[in-house]
Each structure stands twice: as C-alpha cells, then as structure tokens.
C-alpha cells in the first residue's frame, strides 16, 4: 500500500481538505500563567511584543485586535509573533520529514526495520535507510520583563514589555491603567525596603530609596513623553518634526518648574490646580544633591526645594515620602492625560 506523505489526525490534527490542501491545528504555547505571546504586525513598532491571557477581555466574535503599543488594528489572527510562526513552521516540517521517511520505506520495501535483503545464497545485498533524528522543536522564546496589566473596560488579561497605552482586545486608551501598574513596581519596592534595613543595614536602605526616587522621576519622565509623542503625532506632519520637537524639549520632564513651561507653551494647557505640583517639585529637586553629591546637602538645593535644614545635613528621603511621590505622579500624568486626550 502507498502511503501519502500527509495522513489525517496525528499530533497536528492534519485534516485532508481535497486538492493536496490540508490543514494543521498548531497549539502555541502558553507560558505558566496561560498566556500566549503576541507581536504587533507593523514590524516599525517598538518593541512591539505582548501577551495576552486567553479567556479573559473580548470572548467570541472578536473582528479586531489591536497593538497596545501604537493601536495597530487587524484581525485577531494577525498578531502571531515570528517566534511562533518559527515554531508551526518546523512542528509542520518535521510532520513532513516523517512523512517522507514513510513514503520512502514503503516504497523501497523497508518495513519497519529500514532494512532489506536481496538476493541468493551466492550474492547478497542489504539496503538500510538510515534516517537523521527528527529535529527538536524549540518552544517559543520568553522574555521575563514584563507587566501585567488587565483592561478597566474590557477586562483582558495582558502583559506588556514598557510603556503601552492601548488595550489589545477592545483599543480602548488605557495609559493611565498601565502607568500604574509601573509605579506599583516601585512601590512594591519600597515595601521591601524595612526587610533590606534589616538584612542589610543602613547605606542599602538609603541607596533603595534614591534608586526608587530616581524610578519616580524616570517614570514621571517616560509618561510625559510618551503622551508628548502622541499628541505631537497628532499634529505634525510627519514623523521626524514630531522627533525634532521631543528632541527639543529634551529633558525637561525631570523638572517640575520646566514641565509646567512645556505644558503650557507647547500644548497650550491652562495651570493645572489640582495637581500637587509644589510637593512633586520638593521630592523631585531632593534627587540633585543626593544622587550628585554623595547624600551632601548644598546651597544651591536649599534655594531650589525651599527645604529646612542646614547646608552640610544629609538629605534623605523616606519611603513614606517616596510612597507620596508615586501617589503624586500618577495624579499629575492622570491630569495631564485627561487634558490633552480628552475623548478616551
Ligand atoms: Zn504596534
Ligand atoms: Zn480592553
């Protein structure tokens, strides 16, 4: 009997569609917590790779999914990531090397053994097919950094590799969400800051805290930014006057006093009462003199934070006025969201 190269069911649960077309059901993994890895079709965008928890958000009927990071919107099934399409790509091509092992043993008459004998009692020859192990297929790669975040509105389950702003199920703007669950890292980091003491005495614990001050501000620095970029992307005309006027602003948003200058003189936003701009403006400046000058108080940051105490006294900040600072950053990035995208 001939065998053909593709027979029905198997691993793949290959289905004979007629006209030597046949469809292979390919499972991808999922990691340990059952979520599936996905990557935004638009190969531009960075860095473009999430995951999604099945099960959780749209349920049935899905027509679009969309990228969290620049709100691509496609099909559902648009967002395998080329690790995947690696991974179906050789479970399919060792089905096929299977296959064609078969088809060879059958037709040189092999039989299970792979070995034949020819011939009489004065010659004899043997053939064997002698078939190379069938690769390994390597699972899909998985990366560790990683947040999880589920949507407000939604409700799926999604897990994201820097600062997202889209949900991937239902697109719904969903940046204020993630930007907190980025200062719940460093929160929880402060957290841990009293078992550290403990563990590991004094200079660690203040080092923790300057670590976790210099993550607010970054933080604060990276959501402005990335608010900046998509507002500008929504007026300049093309790409590169949209990175010359972020370039242009520069650092600016590791300054409170010069963050207030660029929200009102380039997005044109009214003073914002509301936020605690003042107490944000004090833990922000106690960065300089500790993260510069070895925990040395100067003048300079006398003048700028209005602080008391006398130039010489170690500043140090407090996991309490940390944990303030991270309430006040969210505040002001949720105040300054609700102005400048005021449909989401
Ligand atoms: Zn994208
Ligand atoms: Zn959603």
Not at 87 to 107: F, P
């Amino acid at each position: 009997m001939t065998r053909r190269l593709l027979r029905p069911g198997g691993p793949l649960n290959l289905r004979d569609l007629g006209g030597d077309k046949f469809q292979a059901t390919i499972e991808i993994p999922k990691d340990a917590d059952g979520r599936v890895a996905r990557e935004c079709p638009d190969r531009a965008c960075s860095p473009g790779y999430f995951k999604v928890k099945l099960g959780t958000g749209i349920i049935g009927g899905q027509v679009h999914a969309y990228c969290p990071y620049c709100r691509h919107e496609a099909g559902p099934d648009s967002f395998d990531t080329r690790e995947q399409a690696r991974y179906a790509k050789d479970l399919l091509m060792r089905e096929i090397r299977e296959g064609v092992d078969a088809m060879t043993r059958d037709a040189l008459g092999l039989g299970s053994s792979g070995k034949r004998k020819f011939g009489s009692a004065f010659i004899s020859m043997e053939m064997s097919l002698k078939s190379t192990p069938v690769p390994h297929v390597r699972p899909p790669l998985e990366d560790e950094v990683r947040r999880d975040v589920v949507c407000p509105r939604c409700t799926l389950d999604q897990t994201v590799f820097g600062l997202a702003m889209w949900c991937a199920d239902c697109g719904s703007d969903i940046f204020v969400t993630h930007v907190a669950a980025e200062l719940n890292v460093t929160r929880s980091m402060v957290g841990d800051i009293d078992r550290r003491r403990e563990a590991l005495g004094l200079r660690v614990e203040a080092k923790d805290l300057e670590n976790c001050l210099e993550d607010s501000v970054s933080l604060f620095e990276a959501a402005l930014k990335a608010m900046a970029r998509r507002w500008l992307a929504g007026r300049e005309a093309s790409a590169e006057a949209v990175e010359s006027r972020l370039k242009k602003i520069g650092n600016k948003f590791q300054s409170i006093p010069l963050t207030q200058e660029v929200l009102s003189e380039i997005f044109g936003l009214p003073p914002m009462p509301d936020v605690p701009w003042a107490a944000l403006n004090a833990a922000f400046e106690k960065r300089h003199p500790i993260a510069h000058n070895l925990g040395v108080v100067d003048r300079k940051y006398l003048e700028r934070a209005q602080a008391s105490g006398r130039p010489g006294r170690e500043v140090r900040i407090t996991a309490a006025e940390v944990n303030t600072l991270l309430d006040n950053v969210l505040t002001a990035v949720g105040a300054v969201h609700t102005k400048l995208f005021p449909a989401a």
